[in-house]
């Protein structure tokens, strides 16, 4: 079975500052890693994967996120946060090769990024 | 435009109506995904096609719940007999096969009076 998990509802930053908003996963194999943004009353768009290679995947909008395996996390991350980066954060995961590639998702994190 | 779309965007229906939701996904995909995200939640699966044909379905889809997707082009989403419970945010989403990233529509919003 799969499971993701971001343990924060709600992350506040200043405009400027770095963010950071915080997932951890479990599968059985080799993971495949996403993050989502929903605005509101939107679908969910694609921000970066992470599928294999580097640990360091950059992404849409200035995000990136790292990929540990020891610690199974993926946190996504943006080194200045803007005010228009507020926003529902969806972190995803699913079983790699031989899995059955449907996505779990994360219960979300609100970045509110403040002027 | 040629990303994934939804219709209608909102749809408002009193308990006991049959309601019927369409995505249209990106053209060159043949990977098609009904999701269901509810208040404070991620989106949780429901069904999932290839082409036309419907591979997987969640336990979440009840009986009143049926999906079609014929040609292989768009999909529909069909609930009869909709109870309150059924009130969520219906997305749809598409993939050109199994192993690339998921695009998702605007979703439908229903809510079950």
């Known amino acids: 079975a799969q499971s993701v998990a971001q343990p924060e509802d709600q992350v506040n930053v200043a405009e400027g500052n770095p963010l950071t908003v915080k997932c951890t996963y479990s599968?059985?194999?080799?993971?495949?890693l996403f993050w989502y943004v929903q605005y509101p009353n939107r679908g969910l768009q694609f921000l970066l994967k992470?599928?294999?290679?580097?640990?360091l995947v950059k992404g849409s909008y200035g995000f990136e996120a790292e990929f540990n395996k020891s610690q199974t996390s993926f946190h996504l991350k943006k080194p200045s946060a803007l005010v228009s980066d507020s926003a529902l954060y969806f972190c995803?995961?699913?079983?790699?090769?031989?899995?059955?590639?449907?996505?779990?998702f994360g219960r979300g994190t609100s970045l509110i990024v403040h002027p | 435009d040629t990303g994934v779309s939804q219709d209608p965007r909102h749809k408002i229906t009193k308990r006991g109506q049959n309601v019927t939701f369409r995505c249209d996904p990106i053209?060159?995909?043949?990977?098609l995904y009904w999701y269901r995200q509810t208040l404070g939640q991620g989106p949780e699966f429901l069904t999932y096609?290839?082409?036309?044909?419907?591979?997987?379905k969640s336990r979440l889809l009840s009986d009143r719940f049926s999906a079609e997707r014929p040609k292989g082009s768009f999909s529909t989403l069909e609930i009869q007999r909709t109870e309150q419970g059924d009130s969520a945010m219906y997305l749809c989403?598409?993939?050109?096969?199994?192993?690339?990233?998921?695009?998702f529509g605007p979703g439908t919003r229903l809510l079950v009076l």
């Open positions: 989403a598409s993939s050109q096969d199994r192993r690339e990233t998921q695009y």
């Open positions: 599968v059985s194999g080799n993971p495949y």
């Open positions: 992470y599928i294999t290679g580097d640990n």
């Open positions: 995803a995961v699913r079983d790699g090769p031989g899995g059955s590639y449907i996505p779990t």
């Open positions: 053209s060159e995909h043949n990977r």
């Open positions: 096609f290839q082409n036309e044909a419907q591979l997987e």
